[in-house]
C-alpha cells in the first residue's frame, strides 16, 4: 500500500457539533502530518507527529485535537469549530522527520465546511 | 521562521513551450526543497525534490535547480502538454524543525492546446 487515505471525503457540521477526521498509511511511516488549506492558497501546518509523539504544534486553537493512536493512524478531532474553519484538512507521511529532509506524500483531504 | 515567495503567481504557455516557476527563501539552514502538483480538487503531489548537496536534478520533462548562495531555486518544465495544467508548489524545510515544510503562494500554471 503506498498512500495515504483519509476519511470522510466531505464533512458539513454545525459550530456545537464534535466530529474527527481520520488519516492512515501502510507504507512504514514514522512521521504524519495535519495541514489545512483554504481555497487558492497553500497548505498551512498543523501539527507533526514523530513516532507517535507530538513533536510540533503550530499554535492551532484547541478546539482542533490531532491524535495518533499507532503508527498508521491520525485522528484529527474537532469541537466547537467556527465558519472560518471551513477548509481542506490535508494528512501526510513521511518516512522520518529528523533532519528536515524526508518526502511527504498527502492524502487527498476531507472537505470541510462549518455551518 | 522560514519565508517563501513563489513567481509567478499564474503563467500561461502554449503546448510545447518551456515553463519556469521561481522561488527564494530566506532561511539558509533549510536544506530540502520539494515541489508539488496540485489539480484542482485533488491532493498535493510530489514531482520533484532536491537537497542542498545537489545544484540540478532532472526527470523526464521536468528539472529544478537550486542556487544555495542566491537562496533561490527554480521548477522547468519543457514541452508543456495540456495535463500539466495545475498549481504548482514550491516548499522548503529546514533541517532542524522537524520536517516542517513551509509552501511559497502556488503557481497556476494554464497550457493551452
Known amino acids: 500500500d503506498t498512500e495515504v487515505t483519509q476519511t470522510p471525503k466531505h464533512l458539513v457540521m454545525g459550530m456545537t457539533n464534535k466530529k474527527s477526521l481520520k488519516c492512515e498509511q501502510h507504507?512504514?511511516?514514522?512521521?504524519m502530518y495535519w495541514y489545512k488549506q483554504k481555497a487558492k492558497k497553500p497548505p498551512e501546518l498543523m501539527f507533526v507527529?514523530?513516532?507517535?509523539?507530538?513533536?510540533i504544534n503550530e499554535s492551532v486553537p484547541s478546539r482542533f485535537s490531532p491524535e495518533c493512536p499507532n503508527s498508521s493512524l491520525l485522528n484529527l478531532h474537532l469541537h466547537a469549530l467556527q465558519p472560518e474553519d471551513s477548509a481542506l484538512y490535508l494528512c501526510?507521511?513521511?518516512?522520518?522527520?529528523?533532519?528536515?529532509?524526508?518526502?511527504?506524500?498527502f492524502g487527498p483531504g476531507t472537505r470541510l465546511t462549518v455551518t | 521562521g522560514e519565508n517563501v515567495e513563489q513567481h509567478p503567481s499564474t503563467l500561461s504557455v502554449q503546448e510545447g513551450d518551456s515553463a519556469v516557476i521561481k522561488c527564494t527563501y530566506s532561511?539558509?539552514?533549510?536544506?530540502?526543497f520539494p515541489w508539488y502538483k496540485q489539480e484542482l480538487g485533488k491532493r498535493p503531489q510530489l514531482i520533484i525534490d532536491?537537497?542542498?548537496?545537489?545544484g540540478e536534478k532532472k526527470d523526464q520533462r521536468i528539472a529544478v535547480t537550486l542556487n544555495k548562495t542566491a537562496k533561490h531555486f527554480s521548477l522547468h518544465i519543457t514541452e508543456t502538454q495540456p495535463e500539466d495544467s495545475a498549481v504548482y508548489f514550491c516548499?522548503?524545510?529546514?533541517?532542524?524543525?522537524?520536517?516542517?515544510?513551509?509552501f511559497g503562494g502556488g503557481t497556476r500554471l494554464m497550457v493551452k492546446p
Open positions: 501526510a507521511s513521511s518516512l522520518d522527520s529528523a533532519g528536515g529532509r524526508y518526502e511527504q506524500y
Open positions: 532561511d539558509s539552514a533549510s536544506n530540502y
Open positions: 507527529y514523530s513516532y507517535e509523539k507530538l513533536s
Open positions: 507504507m512504514g511511516h514514522r512521521a
Open positions: 516548499a522548503a524545510s529546514e533541517g532542524n524543525a522537524g520536517n516542517m515544510l513551509t
Open positions: 532536491i537537497r542542498s548537496n545537489v
